[in-house]
């Protein structure tokens, strides 16, 4: 019995020890050392696939300030990534986001809570300060051209996410279906992810487009008011 006891414990602690291994293999040597990374990724949320979630899970109230406008895609956020994995929370406590700063960011991203939580988990990471920080989402959200046919959508659209992503890498030159993913939750359309380097110029990324939706097709609502 004692022998088994042992054999048990050893074989518990070599499967600690291969897990563990596998989580360090997973993160990268610079883990949360800021301004350390390899490229951006911008993530372009679809607005109403938010409200309409948000709306079934009963958080309309706190959703108002974004879900009360037409809105198609906005800036989620602009997230420094490793080839493998990502930084997160680089600086605890994170330098306190000036409230003007804030709000001069809230025609990307039209949530205040969304753009303070950008700046703690992201921006930290970036090695830049508030405003350069925010300053970079502009460029790279200019450096992404929307596709015509979303910035009014006014009836729902069912569409393959390969479609999706044809219909932007079809009017930014330079982007490549390397570089653009497309993520899903449950049936709706919820991001496009774009990968840019530190000077916004598209890149590929193929951590990111192994995340990316695998559904057949994915469902667009329609602009509120559109």
């Known amino acids: 019995m004692h022998r088994f006891v042992v054999i048990s414990r050893f074989l518990i602690s070599l499967a600690l020890v291969v897990v563990f291994a596998g ?22 949320s679809w607005s109403p696939s938010f409200c309409e979630a948000a709306a079934e899970r009963g ?57 303070f939580n950008e700046w703690d988990k992201h921006g930290t990471c970036s090695g830049l300060g508030a405003r350069a920080y925010f300053e970079s ?12 046919e979303f910035l009014q959508l006014s009836e729902q659209k ?25 993520t ?9 992810r774009v990968c840019l380097s530190k000077d916004m ?3 590929a990324c193929e951590e990111t487009d192994r995340r990316a939706c695998r559904r057949d097709e994915v469902v667009m609502p329609p602009v509120r008011g559109g």
């Not at 460029?139 to 015509?148: S, Y």
């Not at 899903?184 to 496009?192: D, F, Q």
Request: proline share 9%.
């Open 201 to 203: 110029q598209f890149r």
């Open 184 to 192: 899903c939750s449950g049936k709706r359309l919820s991001e496009v």
């Open 59 to 115: 958080n309309s109230g706190r959703s108002q300030v974004q879900c009360e406008r037409p809105y198609s895609f906005v800036v989620h956020g602009l997230w420094p990534q490793y080839e493998r994995g990502f930084p997160e929370y680089c600086q605890r406590p994170s330098p306190r986001l000036d409230r003007n700063i804030m709000t001069s960011m809230l025609d990307l991203m039209p949530a205040p809570g969304l753009i």
């Open 23 to 44: 989580m360090a293999s997973a993160q990268d040597r610079r883990q949360n050392a800021p301004g350390e990374f390899d490229f951006y990724v911008l993530a372009l």
């Open 137 to 148: 989402i502009r460029k790279a959200r200019a450096a992404v051209k929307i596709p015509e």
């Open 158 to 182: 069912t569409i393959a996410p390969g479609d999706l992503e044809a219909a932007f890498i079809k009017i930014n030159p330079g982007l490549s279906s390397s570089a653009i993913s497309v």
